[in-house]
């Protein structure tokens, strides 16, 4: 029987629209392939929902998302908006769409290509197999904590104000999720914190020591958030999985993303205890490049594959598109954020093209 999923479709600002028609045609050419129907349905945010509804995540987009199967978005910012009020800007709207959803997953691969080795700042011999999984937590710490903003003192200068903050149930909850990911994988944790100056490092990392004890088969450590970021270039390989709070994560994750040789290249899944998920590119909506035709679109193809394996359980229509990204880049098609000597420079449409000729041959 034809299994059916509803698919929401948040293609938001710059390059999202680009990369995410890209998307949807892979979906539709595997689709019949593996029996599978989706219904896509496109709602608003970021940036075009502000242009459109003078607010960046409307109630009607959080709705379709939350009677959807998964969310596939795109990239949501532009200069256009950066001088916005806070609660007017694009990413106010993607944090409202984390929160909306409790998302207090991230799962951000690291994983380096073969053929992309040379498109690597890093030397070969560092980043030759290359495969961390950072988990990182999307729902609190200073991201959401309280109080936050800008406020006057007594004498009339202004203080900014933000909060660092994490319950017992919100570190138990991740470090969950990040133990049953690393016993998926090589069975090493890495916790990341900055526990020798903040308490709320000190009570993670506390509270990821007591989960560790449900979980004997999987070898933890801890790191300092500085000394990790030196360690994952110095020798990235060290690590398998990472878990760490919303700050260090965004910023790890993009460290991360760059051993790869392209943030143009990863995925990330967004996931809750229930519910659709979240499945979008690591980079952002690229506003230089944007409406020319240039965007790599096989971070958002990979998101779908992302979308296929945690949030639909079908990792076998997953495996399949990521075995045609490989597949692409081994007869030597690159977008220009991955183009090195030798190889065939080709658009984002064509990227798109020589994938489909690939999933249906
Ligand atoms: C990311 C981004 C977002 C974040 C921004 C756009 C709000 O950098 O997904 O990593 O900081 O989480
Ligand atoms: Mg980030």
New binding site residues.
């Given amino acids: 029987m034809t299994q059916q999923y509803k698919i929401a479709l948040l293609p938001g600002d710059g390059i999202g629209p680009e990369i995410l028609a890209v998307t949807v045609e892979v979906l539709n050419a595997i689709a019949p392939q593996f029996d599978l129907q989706f219904k896509f349905s496109e709602a608003l945010i970021g940036g075009a929902a502000i242009d459109e509804t003078g607010e960046p995540l409307p109630q009607e987009t959080l709705d379709a998302c939350r009677s959807s199967d998964a969310v596939l978005l795109a990239a ?2 532009g200069y256009k908006w950066d001088t916005l009020p806070r609660h007017q800007r694009p ?1 106010t709207g ?2 409202g769409l984390r929160a909306g959803l409790e998302l207090f997953a991230n799962l951000r691969p690291a994983t380096i290509f073969p053929q992309l080795i040379d498109a690597s700042t890093l030397k070969r011999e560092v980043i030759e197999g290359v495969d961390i999984m950072v988990v990182r937590e999307l729902t609190g710490g200073i ?1 959401f904590g309280e109080p936050k903003g800008i406020f006057e003192t007594e004498t009339g200068e202004k203080r900014g104000v933000n909060t660092m903050a994490y319950r017992e149930s919100e570190i138990d909850r991740i470090a969950k999720v990040a133990f049953e990911t690393a016993r998926k994988r090589k069975n090493k944790l890495c916790s990341v914190d900055k526990a020798n100056v903040l308490d709320v490092s000190q009570l993670w990392r506390d509270r990821v020591t007591q989960i560790a004890k449900e979980y004997a088969d999987v070898e933890l450590s801890h790191l300092y958030v500085d000394n990790a970021a030196m360690q994952l270039i110095r020798a990235p390989k060290q690590f398998d999985t990472m878990v760490t709070g919303n700050l260090f994560g ?1 910023i790890l ?2 460290e991360a993303a760059m051993l790869t040789g392209s943030i143009g290249m990863l995925p990330s899944a967004s996931l809750g205890a229930s519910g659709a998920g979240v499945f979008e590119p ?1 980079h ?1 909506s690229a506003p230089d490049i944007a409406g020319q035709d240039k965007a790599n679109p096989l971070a958002q193809v990979l998101s779908a594959a992302m979308m296929l394996r945690y949030g639909l359980n079908q990792p076998q229509a997953a495996s399949k598109i990521e075995a045609a990204v490989s597949q692409v880049l081994e007869s030597g098609y690159r977008t220009g954020d991955i183009m090195s000597q030798g190889m065939q420079q080709v658009g984002c449409r064509q990227m798109g093209d020589m994938l489909l000729k690939v999933l249906e041959s």
Avoid: A, F, K, T
């Fill in positions: 949501i910012g990413e993607l944090l991201y965004d994750s993009d690591v952002g």
